[in-house]
Each structure stands twice: as structure tokens, then as C-alpha cells.
Nanobody
Framework: QVQLVESGGGLVQAGGSLRLSCAAS????????MGWFRQAPGKEREFVAT????????YYSDSVKGRFTISRDNARNTVYLQMNSLKPEDTAVYYC?????????????????WGQGTQVTVSS
């Protein structure tokens, strides 16, 4: 079982940037697919971005494409989400998730391991 811990959230003004980190422990996630999801109050958890190791590929939701970048450092067993040009509608709790099968998927139900989340608040 892999444990995931997110960090890097906070309060930022619209147009600003944040970088989220997801540190994995318990086992190497180098062969896993890793994803970022978010959940705003009163809304369902939604897909943000995902990255697969082999073949190396990434996929983004339309709402963040061109503004967010997902990356991974297998040596550090860590996944990142660089968020630029933040908007108030990006405000949510952001969750990191892992898929042991290494698939490029977007549904929360496809990911077996989850972190506790980190709050991102974007003020207008």
C-alpha cells in the first residue's frame, strides 16, 4: 500500500502561481500513474491532470490545460502540479492519487490510493 501526502497549498491572488507536491511512501510509484484531482465545496471531485511513466504521457482537463503542468521525480518518489495563472474557480481541495496499473485514466474510481488533500484558495 502506498501512502500519499500532499503539500504546497495556500492562499494566492488571481493570476498567481502555486506548486503542489505529492510525496509517496511505502513503495516506489515509478511505474504507477499519478493523478491530481480537486473538489470544491458542494461539488463532486473532478479530474485535473494525470501522468504515466511508460509510455511517458500526460493528460489535462480542459479547464486547466495550458495553465497547469504535472511532472514527476521518480528519484524522490514525488509528483508535482505547477499551477500558473490561477483563477478563483480553481479554489478547491486538491488531492493526489495513484493507479498501480499505470493506466492513463481520469475517473476518481480508477485510482486506488489517495492523499488527504491540500487546500488551494485563489482570491479575486
Amino acid at each position: 500500500q502506498v501512502q500519499l501526502v500532499e503539500s504546497g497549498g495556500g492562499l494566492v491572488q488571481a493570476g498567481g502561481s502555486l506548486r503542489l507536491s505529492c510525496a509517496a511512501s511505502g513503495r516506489s510509484v515509478s511505474s504507477y500513474s499519478m493523478g491530481w484531482f480537486r473538489q470544491a465545496p458542494g461539488k463532486e471531485r473532478e479530474f485535473v491532470a494525470t501522468i504515466r511513466w511508460s509510455p511517458d504521457s500526460t493528460y489535462y482537463s480542459d479547464s486547466v490545460k495550458g495553465r497547469f503542468t504535472i511532472s514527476r521525480d521518480n528519484a524522490r518518489n514525488t509528483v508535482y502540479l505547477q499551477m500558473n495563472s490561477l483563477k478563483p474557480e480553481d479554489t478547491a481541495v486538491y488531492y493526489c492519487a495513484a493507479d498501480v496499473l499505470g493506466r492513463l485514466l481520469t475517473r476518481p474510481a480508477d485510482f486506488g490510493s489517495w492523499g488527504q488533500g491540500t487546500q488551494v484558495t485563489v482570491s479575486s
